[in-house]
């Protein structure tokens, strides 16, 4: 081998020992601050993971989500307008929530926290969410952008994060979808969320077509 060779190689060595060491689950699921401000607009979900039943199968029919986030004449309540579309079915619906100390939260008529995690994408909003209903509890780990895409690195990111809180892989949306218009008329959102959570045959039902579409999709 010539000098010239043996001194690639070295240098290549040496580069692969200086890597960086992967993060520690106390650095990805360390919250991060974030100001009212700069929750506002428009983010499109990348994908995600949660253990609210019905949440894996409804990820495989799911086509679509963006979240519209309004400011309110009260600087502590924003206005969220969530638009979906399910099996090219789109519906629209619409709640306020209060954002303090860079954490988002409803406590009527059912309890949702959410907090915002580490992310290397500049206009990428990891949000997980915790969900308390009766004496029910649920955890959701979700990806949104400004962009309909997000790099390999980030959602590998994501992954990382799922693990560590020990849930599933995420679901990740095709990154060809189509989104739904702006003008759809939009229900109660709060209302729609409660049923579901306080519909307990109906998680039964969810949680078998979960676990039908892993076994026979994913």
């Known amino acids: 081998m010539k000098r010239g060779g043996v001194v690639a190689l070295l240098l290549g060595l040496l580069s692969l020992g200086r890597a960086d060491p992967p993060l520690s689950c106390d650095t990805l699921l360390k919250p991060i601050s974030i100001t009212n401000h700069e929750m506002l607009g428009r983010w499109l979900y990348i994908g995600g993971s949660s253990d609210l039943p019905g949440s894996r199968s409804l990820g495989y029919l799911l086509n679509s989500i963006w979240l519209d986030i309004r400011a309110t004449p009260l600087s502590n309540v924003l206005t969220i307008l969530q638009t979906q579309k399910i099996y090219n079915e789109c519906s629209s619906m619409i709640y306020n929530v209060t954002m303090e100390n860079s954490t988002m939260l409803i406590e009527h008529p059912f309890y949702l926290k959410e907090v915002y995690l580490q992310t290397d994408c500049p206009d990428c909003l990891v949000v997980f969410e915790e969900v308390k209903s009766s004496h029910d509890s649920f955890r959701s780990l979700m990806l949104f952008s400004r962009q309909q895409t997000v790099s390999t690195a980030n959602v590998e990111m994501l992954r990382m994060q799922a693990k560590c809180l020990q849930m599933p892989s995420p679901l990740m ?39 039908f579409f892993d076994l026979f999709i994913n």
Do not use: F, I
């Open 173 to 211: 949306m095709d990154p060809n979808y189509e989104l739904c218009p702006d003008n759809l008329p939009a229900s109660d959102g709060l209302a729609a969320l409660n049923s579901l959570l306080e519909a307990k045959m109906g998680q039964r039902v969810a949680r078998l077509l979960d676990t």
